[in-house]
């Protein structure tokens, strides 16, 4: 099993680019996560799926920021237009049950640079 | 709202000591707890997960513990070693949701 493969590893991008995040989840997992990471504030919920259907959003900081999940391996978080405060390490993670079993298995993260 | 909080931001120990991590969390209807280890560069990746209806549970090298009365949770490591250096969250399970807590960086002095 890959695990979470999450694309691309590191992004640099200027403000006010449009920025486009990958995740595929573990096969057979019906969860999907992501969040975000920041010194400041740790690891912030953006969004969650579950059988490819958004379920909470409430993380999502603001309307530049949007997320889909087309099918069961594959999803993207969009941030359109970006901002310097957007940098972050941004995770997605996949979890069967919601987690409800050995919890969520992280990707190793997209580091997003805004200049 | 559910909150998981660390009483210790950093930790510094000597190899070969034990080394135990603390975690308060805030939703007495968690049922299901998790110790995740966050090497740098990399996604946080599961230790050792305890249910409510255990106080101990035991792995390799950790022993996570369960105090519901006070609601808290421990990790403890023994004999640490320089590969366990990273930061440990713990996390809370609420309904389909893991809360995380804001971290303890673990530093392990060879």
């Known amino acids: 099993d890959a695990g979470v493969i999450q694309s691309p590893r590191h992004e640099v991008t200027e403000m006010g680019q449009e920025v486009t995040l990958r995740c595929k989840p573990i096969s057979g997992h019906d969860y999907l996560f992501w969040y975000r990471q920041t010194m400041m504030r740790g690891l912030e919920l953006l969004i969650y799926?579950?059988?490819?259907?958004?379920?909470?959003d409430s993380g999502m900081p603001e309307d530049r920021f949007s997320a889909k999940m087309p099918n069961a391996s594959f999803s993207t978080l969009k941030i359109q237009p970006s901002e310097p405060r957007d940098s972050a390490v941004y995770f997605c993670?996949?979890?069967?049950?919601?987690?409800?079993?050995?919890?969520?298995?992280f990707g190793s993260g997209t580091r997003l640079t805004v200049v | 709202g559910e909150s998981v909080g660390l009483h210790l931001p950093t930790l510094s120990v000597q190899e070969g000591d034990n080394s135990i991590i603390n975690c308060a969390y805030s939703n007495s209807a968690s049922d299901y707890f998790i110790w995740y280890k966050q090497e740098s560069g990399k996604g946080p990746q599961f230790i050792i997960d305890?249910?409510?209806?255990?106080d101990k549970r035991q792995g390799q090298r950790v022993t996570v513990l369960l105090n519901k009365t006070v609601k808290h949770l421990s990790l403890q490591i023994a004999a640490t070693q320089p590969g366990d250096s990273a930061v440990y969250f713990c996390?809370?399970?609420?309904?389909?949701?893991?809360?995380f807590g804001t971290g303890t960086s673990l530093t392990v002095i060879p």
């Open positions: 305890i249910r409510s209806n255990m």
């Open positions: 996390a809370e399970n609420t309904g389909n949701q893991f809360y």
């Open positions: 993670a996949s979890g069967s049950r919601g987690g409800a079993n050995y919890g969520y298995t």
């Open positions: 799926f579950n059988n490819n259907v958004p379920i909470d």
